[in-house]
């Protein structure tokens, strides 16, 4: 794998197979192959010395091969990333707070950042990706009984879940917070708290031990951010406190075996997600795009759907596939409480000639969380005076909104609305974090 080293970031360790080196995450030029072809009017010279910082040591010299999984009649750029490695422990030393700095630099560069799994956490990985696979080959009444009145938890069809009005073919299993009948927020009636409904022990089991672990590395990551952005210790961590942390276990059909529900070719539409972070880990096959943030792309998903953006524009990045990473993307929340100087990155997925199988871990604010824009930090940059951005906002309901959108002939959706559950979102219980 061939990355663009630039002298910069001492500490920001980078894991390239097993030599580790020092600097950023990169893209490296565009590749052409099969089923590829180059964005229009598009110079791939000027695109490498742009991506280059003045004192780097030479332009890259090969192309590569990474591109080679990328779906079928797509038309992007391919992103080669760096490979950050994290510390155990965040302690606020100066190499956590150069890390920081350059995986905030990467975000707002890229949009997305690369981090190498621990022995451990391929395990996990492995075990994880393993029950997927058994889960999705179990019958469809096996599949479609994982479902929940009360919570969005369970199995979602392909082509059940909407993006931008257009129905996706991703087959998923969301995991939410699992609370029993007994909770008492279930017994309240809070929209889109209650049980998950898992088919069984050996999907349950290997999941939450990965979700757990995912736990403890967003917190670190919103550590790292804090550092980055050069705000209060604690300005990010403390929203995730019982964090409405959730996950979606995808599997997507190879393009040719679809049941015509959605489009050709489209996995899942054009989008961005809802919370802080979304670490996810991908197997072989290749599928991902996302959109680098652009200047003159503006979006607040929480205030208008920022669904269907750009999904057929040719200047997009495919995520390929490398083994022993997790990825990590921004989310709607992130960038409300940077005021946009932390961007949602905006992502869709093509469906390929293999059926896919992919893991996203959404690290959240808390269901009852009312976010408030970070204050100081970047040297002023983060500016948003609006009074629209000093508001706040309610985590919880765009979550459910969300939901209701995504999912409007769901059960529970119905249940919601059959039961006006929707209005107690506006109840200081529900807006207040324990
Ligand atoms: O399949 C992927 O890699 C990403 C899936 C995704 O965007 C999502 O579940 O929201
Ligand atoms: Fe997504």
Redesign the pocket.
Known sequence: MMTLNRPVAPLARLAIGSRAMLSTASYSPLESGPGMSMPPGFDTKKAQLTRLSPSSPKAPSRVSSLGKTMPPGFKAHVAELGTFVLPDRVTGSVGDRALGKALVDAWRRDGIIQFAMSEHQRKLWADAYAASRRFFKKPHAEKAACVDSQSYAGYIASGEEVTDGIADY?E?FTITKDLDMAEPRVRAKWPCHGPCPWPDIEMKEPMERYNENLGAEGEKLLQLTELGLGVEPGSLTKYTRDGWHHT?V?R?PPRNATNGKGKEGR??GS?T?YGLF?I?A?DDVG??FIRRPHEEEKFANWEKSAAGLKEDADDWYYVPPVDGVHTVILGDMMQYLTRNYLTATP?K?GLNTKE?F?Y?YFHEPSFQAVLKPLEGGCGGMMQDKSERAANGIHYGTHFTNMFMRNYPDRITTKRLVAEDRYRLLEQPELRTMN
Do not use: K, N, Y
């Open positions: 991703s998923i979606r995808l997507f996995g899942i989008h997600d979304v996810a991908q599928g991902l992502h997925v896919r992919a996203a």
